[in-house]
């Protein structure tokens, strides 16, 4: 577990601050990110999460447009499968999920707020 949180951590914090050279190899960091939505430990998940949201935030409608059949249903399942017992990350994926779902709507506001 540590290993994948750090990592998903990694991930998250490089496309925060490496956007443009990343944009190119999105489809090779969501092969990364992805399958942690299904890992057995709540803060993998949330650390998958986190990397979803800081990258709908960094690469907007690139990330949302190209990708939301396959971060949907998972950001879908995630609160009804595995939060149920974990408040504290409960609050801040839906904080994420709805910030999704924002940029989804509303690409141009992505980094508004």
């Known amino acids: 577990m540590p290993l994948h949180f750090a990592g998903l951590m990694a991930i998250s914090v490089s496309c925060e601050g490496c ?3 990343l944009k190119n190899h999105l489809d ?5 990110v992805l399958p ?4 057995p430990h709540p803060r993998v ?13 960094d690469f907007g409608s690139d990330l949302t447009s190209n990708y939301h059949q396959a971060v949907l249903p998972l950001l879908i399942k995630v609160p009804l499968i595995y939060f ?10 839906e904080m994420h999920f709805v910030h999704f779902l924002r940029l989804l709507h509303f690409p141009d506001v992505g980094d508004e707020g």
């Open 28 to 32: 090779n960091v969501m092969e990364m």
């Open 45 to 57: 998940r949330w650390a998958a999460c986190n990397a979803i949201a800081q990258m709908a935030a």
């Open 84 to 93: 149920h017992v974990v408040d504290i990350f409960r609050s801040r994926f």
């Open 36 to 39: 942690f939505f299904n890992d």
């Open 19 to 21: 956007a443009k050279y």
